[in-house]
T-cell receptor, first 113, second 118 residues
Framework: SQQGEEDPQALSIQEGENATMNCSYK?????LQWYRQNSGRGLVHLIL?????REKHSGRLRVTLDTSKKSSSLLITASRAADTASYFC?????????????FGKGITLSVRP | GAGVSQTPSNKVTEKGKYVELRCDPI?????LYWYRQSLGQGPEFLIY????????DSGLPNDRFFAVRPEGSVSTLKIQRTERGDSAVYLC????????????????FGPGTRLLVL
């Protein structure tokens, strides 16, 4: 079963604009991660935010986490055509060595040059 | 060093046949995960290895699916009596397997094996 639900399902923006993607989940988590996937193949880890954190930054990426609302957002600033991909949020329910990920269905981002 | 590799990249088989999918994790990564991704969906967890042992196989859909990691490195996912519903991309990921540190928990994914059962 899939824990995360991303919103919107698809997003199309102009290069240079900001892209905001949202994710909601159902149960308590240890951490939440965002991944990017190009062409339906390998996923690339973008960022991890723990349940006791509210915001993290990495380059042009900003992630927020609101555990009271069970939601997260991923902001990509100054988007580029190369950011075109599918983006997934994934949750890890418990701490410990087993960090199995529960993914949402993903958001398709298109950045027009 | 090299990333996670998976072979074959594509596999076409007939219903009822047996298939093996191979994963070579990053050297030194003790944790290894298998996921399955159907078209238009996010990946779904199948099985997790810590070292040689399958620590969590709760995602395997039925007893036609089995995975091994005999020496704690390479893993093989085995599917018996394949069905058309098994068609998907099978993804492997590895991590250092340590908790409490993002570097130890980050999973690195291979390019996947696209399985098509006719």
């Amino acid at each position: 079963s899939q824990q995360g639900e991303e919103d919107p399902q698809a997003l199309s923006i102009q290069e240079g604009e900001n892209a905001t993607m949202n994710c909601s989940y159902k149960t308590s988590i240890n951490n939440l991660q965002w991944y990017r996937q190009n062409s339906g193949r390998g996923l690339v880890h973008l960022i991890l935010i723990r349940s006791n954190e509210r915001e993290k930054h990495s380059g042009r990426l900003r992630v927020t986490l609101d555990t009271s609302k069970k939601s997260s957002s991923l902001l990509i600033t100054a988007s580029r055509a190369a950011d075109t991909a599918s983006y997934f949020c994934a949750t890890v329910l418990r701490g410990g060595a087993n960090s199995k990920l529960t993914f949402g269905k993903g958001i398709t981002l298109s950045v027009r040059p | 060093g090299a990333g996670v590799s998976q072979t074959p990249s594509n596999k076409v088989t007939e219903k009822g046949k047996y298939v093996e999918l191979r994963c070579d994790p990053i050297s030194g990564h003790t944790a290894l995960y298998w996921y399955r991704q159907s078209l238009g969906q996010g990946p779904e967890f199948l099985i997790y290895f810590q070292g040689t042992g399958a620590a969590d196989d709760s995602g395997l859909p039925n007893d036609r699916f089995f995975a091994v990691r005999p020496e704690g490195s390479v893993s093989t996912l085995k599917i018996q009596r394949t069905e058309r519903g098994d068609s998907a991309v099978y993804l492997c990921a590895s991590s250092l397997g340590t908790s409490g540190d993002p570097r130890g928990e980050t999973q690195y994914f291979g390019p996947g094996t696209r399985l098509l059962v006719l």
